[in-house]
């Protein structure tokens, strides 16, 4: 049975600091990472990493966030930094066959851990 769980969330202020983490069991994926959805916006891709090691990263995190796997190899992390105050949404880590931004190809899901930044 596959797991996805969070970690990490929280509120901070513009400009801090947070590292979310995804504890994965039961599955080999090609491509494993973030997604966020802030109320009454579609969900969007964060950063993903591919088994290989390829990353990819959404526009508006370029040079801000860094995705990263754990050493045993079934943990991944997000570190956010400079943290804006359009960055507050639910954060979801997400697992799939693919190394895409496309949420609907993900088939398993965690449950996710919401992020607030105040201004």
């Known amino acids: 049975q596959v797991r996805l769980v969070e970690s990490g969330g929280g509120v901070v202020q513009a400009g801090g600091s947070l590292r979310l983490s995804c504890a994965a069991s039961?599955?080999?994926?090609?491509?494993m990472g973030w997604f966020r959805q802030a109320p009454g916006k579609e969900r969007e891709g964060v950063a993903i990493?591919?088994?290989?090691?390829?990353?990819i990263y959404g526009d508006s995190v370029k040079g801000r966030f860094t995705i990263s796997q754990g050493d045993a190899g079934n943990t991944l992390g997000l570190q956010m930094n400079s943290l804006e105050p359009e960055d507050t949404a639910m954060y979801y880590c997400?697992?799939?066959?693919?190394?895409?931004?496309?949420?609907?190809?993900?088939?398993?899901w965690g449950q996710g851990t919401q992020v607030t930044v105040s201004s």
């Open positions: 997400a697992a799939g066959p693919y190394f895409d931004f496309y949420p609907k190809r993900y088939p398993y």
């Open positions: 039961g599955y080999s994926y090609g491509g």
């Open positions: 990493l591919s088994r290989d090691g390829r990353t």
